[in-house]
């Protein structure tokens, strides 16, 4: 790819600008009004050191560089200087680098050599994988794939919430209502229905409670008939959880949970202990975050059972000792955002530097149109049934539409489980949204299925290009690139350039919908395009020349869509 900024600054650099090429660089800006050029070099600043008027500076460095031949031409504009690049110029060299990268376009090696954990999903086992869950879930895989095209080596880590009191609370539920015939049927909602009990019976029977912590104890000190439930229930809620990441299809490589740093507790305590960090308080440890304006992290209860933040910091530890981790991301709920600061500031007093390459990336709340959820109350909406919805109510609008040469459940699949992935990355990731059938399945919205829709559209112009044609396009043999100077073709040809800088930041910034947002942007531009002109002419250097744009548009929104994990039909 050419790098514009930098071709630029060559040209503007003078010994007497008392800059370097490279900060001359960082100052060019890509005006949004882009009858002020494609890039504009502000001289606001060189004022001071050449003592001159920086309009006079702008008219200078203008007149200078004006005859270079990759510039259409060059304007001064009051304290700017205002390019203007050669559209044919930029057009040959965006679509022949487009071309030879194919499905690599947008991705880049700036990680090579670096190791990045993305912990995210993380489920709690025996309890329903609901619609909340798609928030974790979805971002989290957007963010390892965006990683990932960056050339870091990304590990997937599915944090499951397979321990703690809850599970004491659990083993007495089903052992007083359960029953095996009822898990094999329906493991989760069955949980869920004892899981529920247990918190009614609870209020009118207080020493439940007891019986539920005498549980979790013996749970965590390897009792075996503990141990043999929670087993079972463990496996029986991975295997739901796993139909839903088929669905989505969504792997992790390690499903280390809470439970597999309970060995690691014992070494953990030890060591807050030798740095003198934990308090006793009312028979818990504790440690004392008051002069950090926080509350304390508690790290055992009055039983000496651990407690999440315990386990948390047990992780970090063997995180950072067995992947070396150069950045360890935690993909949770803003609601968390206290439990993170508190746990990294455990992390920082017990003196480990690397605390600050862990980062809680949280997310808002996701909530329904007919209201909130409960766990507790067994009020839930489980993301498999949305998931299956989506598909068939996008197969309803398929059918209604021409079905011809399509494979309707495949494409339904594809275009409704996208619909939802594309709707929880469509927003900023922090704030809080409401789950809405239309506008996910909207074909003509800001969605999913508009984006892949467009995609199909772009397939569907090439297939009907001659053999011949589609030879020349990717032989990229295109006699004129004047047939590419239009408005729409020169926007859309600058959206498919920016893309690759577009993933940096959304990996930068841990915000899958800044790439998500230009991949609609791509999308209306070359609907713009394909509604402005006409593609397929008489005048053969000017059809292929515009195959040769739908050709790239088309590779731009496959490979982003890759990246959020959606499926790019060629027809639906
Ligand atoms: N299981 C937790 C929950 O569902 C999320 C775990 C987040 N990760 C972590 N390392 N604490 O709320």
Redesign the pocket.
């Known amino acids: 790819m050419i790098d514009y900024k930098k071709l630029i600054a060559a040209e503007i650099f003078d010994e007497a600008l008392g800059l370097t090429e490279e900060q001359i660089a960082e100052m060019i800006e890509i005006p949004v009004d882009t009858t002020m050029g494609d890039y504009a070099f502000p001289c606001f600043r060189l004022a001071k050191t050449m003592r001159k008027a920086p309009q006079l500076i702008a008219q200078e460095i203008a007149s200078r560089i004006e005859g270079c031949e990759i510039f259409d031409h060059v304007e001064q504009v009051n304290a700017y200087v205002n390019i203007f690049i050669r559209k044919e110029y930029f057009m040959e060299h965006l679509l022949k680098d487009v071309a030879k990268q194919g499905a690599d376009y947008g991705r880049s090696d700036r990680g090579a050599g670096r190791t990045v954990i993305v ?1 995210y999903s ?3 086992i025996a309890k329903p994988f609901h619609i909340g ?1 798609i928030r ?1 879930t979805v971002i989290g895989n957007a963010i390892y794939k965006i990683f990932d095209a960056q050339g870091y080596h990304v590990i997937r880590i599915n ?3 397979d321990y703690g009191t809850q599970f004491g609370k659990m083993i007495v539920a089903y052992r007083k209502w359960g029953s095996e015939e009822e898990l094999e049927k329906e493991p989760i909602k069955s949980l869920l229905r004892y899981y529920t009990k247990f918190h009614e019976e609870a209020e009118k029977d207080p020493s439940l409670n007891d019986e539920a912590r005498k549980a979790f104890y013996n749970l965590e000190h390897g009792e075996a008939e503990e141990t043999a439930l929670w087993k079972r229930f463990r496996e029986l809620s991975l295997s739901e959880f796993n139909r839903v990441y088929d669905m989505l299809d969504i792997t992790f490589d390690s499903y280390a949970g ?1 439970s597999f740093y309970s060995d690691k507790m014992p070494a953990v305590l030890q060591e807050l202990k030798d740095k003198n960090l934990l308090v006793e308080s009312q028979g818990a440890q504790i440690v004392d975050l008051e002069p950090y304006g926080m509350a304390p992290a508690l790290i055992t209860k009055s039983d000496g059972t651990s407690l ?1 933040v315990t386990r ?1 910091i047990a ?1 970090a530890i063997y995180r950072k000792e067995h992947y070396d981790f150069d950045k360890c991301i ?1 993909v ?2 803003s609601q ?1 955002n206290l ?1 993170f600061r508190q746990w990294k500031k455990v992390l920082e007093l017990m003196g480990y530097e690397w605390q600050e390459d862990c980062i809680h990336v949280p997310f808002g709340l996701v909530s329904l149109e007919e209201g909130t959820m409960s766990t507790r109350k067994g009020r839930v909406v489980f993301l498999e049934d949305v998931l299956n919805k989506a598909v068939e109510k996008t197969a309803e609008i398929i059918r209604e539409k021409n079905t011809d040469g399509i494979d309707v459940d495949e494409i339904a699949k594809e275009v409704g489980i996208g619909a939802v992935i594309f709707q929880e990355l469509s927003n900023n990731r922090i704030k809080d949204y409401t789950f809405s059938w239309d506008k996910v399945l909207n074909f003509d919205g800001e969605t999913g299925p508009y984006v892949q829709y467009t995609h199909v559209r772009a397939c569907s112009v090439l297939r009907s290009a001659s053999e011949e044609d589609l030879k020349a396009v990717a032989e990229q043999q295109i006699a004129d690139y004047g047939y590419l100077t239009s408005e729409s073709a020169y926007t859309l040809a600058k959206l498919i350039y920016r893309m690759p800088e577009v993933i940096s930041e959304a990996a930068d910034k841990y915000e899958p919908s800044i790439l998500t947002r230009h991949l609609v942007d791509i999308a209306q531009e070359f609907n713009k395009f394909y509604h402005d002109e006409h593609i397929l002419v008489e005048n053969a250097d000017e059809r292929v020349a515009k195959l040769a744009l739908v050709s790239a548009a088309r590779t731009a929104i496959a490979n982003a869509l890759n990246l959020l994990n959606m499926k790019a039909p060629e027809r639906m």
């Open positions: 912990e993380s489920p709690n869950h974790s944090h499951l919430g809470e999440y948390d992780a935690y949770v709920a968390q439990h």
